[in-house]
Structure formats: C-alpha cells, structure tokens
T-cell receptor
C-alpha cells in the first residue's frame, strides 16, 4: 500500500481564493482525520470521519472551512475564501477502528496564503 | 479537560545520552497513550503506545513509563542517536483507542555528536 496520499504537496494562493486539499486514505481504513499543524498551535484536529460520516467537526475554524468524504477512498478539505492566517501544513490521517492501531499520516500539504 | 500537556518544548541531548520527554493529562477517562515521531517534511508516525494496566513498555531503545496516580507518562530514549532527532508528540485517547487522539504540543529533540 502506498500509504495515505495527499495532494498537492505545496500550495501557494492569494488571499480570497478557494483552496481544495485532497486525501486518499489507506484502503480498508474506516476513520479519516484532517489536522492542521502550525508552530504556535501544534497539531489541531479539524474534523474526523468514521465510515464516511463526519463525527466531530468542532475543530473546524469557521464557515470558510468545509470537508467532504464522498466515498471510502477520497476526502477533500476546502477553504473558501482563504486568508493568510490559514497558512499551515494540513495533514490527513487514516486509521482502522479509531486510534488503537495507530494513525497513518500523509506527508501533508503546505499551504501558503499571500 | 481534554488537554495533554507536554514538556519540554525543545531538548538537546548528547549522542549516547538518555532523552526524556514528559506528558501529563487531566481526563481520567483516557486509557490509551501513544507516542508519535515526526521527521521534517513528513507526517507523524506511531512510535510506541501503552495502556494503563502496565507501568512500563519497552521497544528497543524506546520506553514509555506510566504513572496512573500522577496522571503522567514519559518517553525515554536510551543511547540517543543523531537519527533520533525529530519532533515527538505524546497523545491520549479514550475507550482503549476507539476514540480520536488528543495530541500534546510536541518536543523538538536534537541529538548532538
């Protein structure tokens, strides 16, 4: 298995533009997580899905952020409109049955909003 | 109550020495405590994990010590090597890992020759 695949690896966009981050989880994993990592706030959980259903989106900063998981092999995180304070590394992770078998993280998308 | 507090923020250890990173939690419902290791440009990866029915778990040079009464757990890296230089995150979860992880703030470890 190629692991959790995220795209793009790097994204530079102008303030106000729409940004879409993509994630392909490991086949067979039934939980998917979106995290944001910054120096100031560390790893923040934005949203997680179980069996494609959003379970907890309390970490989504505001209405500008939205996430979807239309099927077991694909998820998107969208920011519209983007702002400079959204600049961070966004990680997608997947797991089998919660966290006890470990999360597998992707390599992340480094987002820069100018 | 969901927080996991981690210290120190950064740590420099000489090659061959022991690296120690500490975490504390408040929520007594936490019952699964993993450590993750992150190298630059990569996502965190599971390193070692412990459940509260044991006080210590060892895997190679890595050991978790767990103190249930103090609600603290720590990672010890014996014979630290330059390749261990990375950021380490402690985490906690409920329901024996069926629930989502709550991560600590991370410790940047640097091993110097």
């Amino acid at each position: 298995d190629a692991g959790v695949i995220q795209s793009p690896r790097h994204e530079v966009t102008e303030m106000g533009q729409e940004v879409t981050l993509r994630c392909k989880p490991i086949s067979g994993h039934n939980s998917l997580f979106w995290y944001r990592q910054t120096m100031m706030r560390g790893l923040e959980l934005l949203i997680y899905f179980n069996n494609n259903v959003p379970i907890d989106d309390s970490g989504m900063p505001e209405d500008r952020f939205s996430a979807k998981m239309p099927n077991a092999s694909f998820s998107t995180l969208k920011i519209q409109p983007s702002e400079p304070r959204d600049s961070a590394v966004y990680f997608c992770a997947s797991s089998l049955d919660g966290s006890r078998y470990g999360y597998t993280f992707g390599s992340g998308t480094r987002l820069t909003v100018v | 109550q969901q927080q996991v507090k981690q210290s120190p923020q950064s740590l420099i250890v000489q090659k061959g020495g022991i690296s120690i990173i500490n975490c504390a939690y408040e929520n007594t419902a936490f019952d699964y405590f993993p450590w993750y290791q992150q190298f630059p440009g990569k996502g965190p990866a599971l390193l070692i994990a412990i459940r509260p029915d044991v006080s210590e778990k060892k895997e190679g040079r890595f050991t978790i010590s767990f103190n249930k009464s103090a609600k603290q757990f720590s990672l010890h890296i014996m014979d630290s090597q330059p390749g261990d230089s990375a950021t380490y995150f402690c985490a906690a979860s409920m329901d024996f890992g069926n629930e989502k992880l709550t991560f600590g703030t991370g410790t940047r470890l640097t091993i110097i020759p």
